[in-house]
């Protein structure tokens, strides 16, 4: 069974960070391309950021040079780094490995302003 698991989330001010953390059992995250979503209240959930299998990450335009994402191997985990934080941030973070049904369960952050 397949489950992934976010945690990190909370409450930071304007310009503050924030790391969220995804760990998984059931699946090995280095095999698979795996995605960091958000999802602000009354808009889509959009894919942030991503790693392919191979480690290279993708980023949003809004979120270059902000967040980073990376993959820790031993521990089949992967991690968003977020950094000069915005109120425009605010959202349910959730990971996801892509192409399949599997999400995690979502986290909150929250940027006040």
């Known amino acids: 069974q397949v489950q992934l698991v976010e945690s990190g989330g909370g409450l930071v001010q304007a310009g503050g960070s924030l790391r969220l953390s995804c760990a998984a059992s059931?699946?090995?995250?280095?095999?698979?391309?795996i995605g960091w979503y958000r999802q602000a209240p009354g808009k889509q959930r959009e894919l942030v950021a991503s790693?392919?299998?191979?480690?290279?990450?993708e980023y949003i335009d809004s979120v270059k040079g902000r967040f980073t994402m990376s993959r820790d191997n031993a521990n089949n985990a992967v991690y968003l780094q977020m950094n000069s934080l915005l109120s425009e941030d605010t959202a349910v973070y959730y990971c996801?490995?892509?192409?399949?049904?599997?999400w995690g369960q979502g986290t909150q952050v929250t940027v006040s302003s």
């Open positions: 059931g699946i090995t995250f280095r095999f698979n391309g």
């Open positions: 790693i392919s299998r191979g480690g290279i990450t």
């Open positions: 996801r490995v892509l192409g399949t049904q599997y």
